[in-house]
């Protein structure tokens, strides 16, 4: 899971519209709209904690990494996916 995409799940899994988080967090609707939309992948901290802040969350948790392996077994022929997470520090 990319940056944008956290960004906005948690907005919407709160129901936050971009215009409140963007008052909230003094980043204006464009750049959130922008980072959302994956246009902007990297973020400043000052501007990550408060977008955090405004999300009612925490900067790691927007910096989480989510990856997808994809395997097939070779007996049975199915596939699966394999989830890994990796917290950033």
């Known amino acids: 899971m990319r940056l944008g995409q956290a960004v906005k799940e948690i907005r919407e899994d709160r129901g936050y519209l971009q215009k409140e988080i963007a008052i909230e967090s003094g980043i204006s609707q464009a750049t959130i709209s922008r980072i959302e939309s994956g246009k902007i992948n990297a973020i400043s901290s000052d501007r990550l ?40 520090n």
């Open 49 to 88: 904690k408060r977008l955090a802040e405004a999300l009612q969350t925490t900067p790691d948790t927007l910096l989480r990494v989510y990856s997808s392996v994809e395997w097939t077994c070779p007996f049975c022929k199915k596939t699966y996916y394999i989830e890994n997470y990796r917290g950033i």
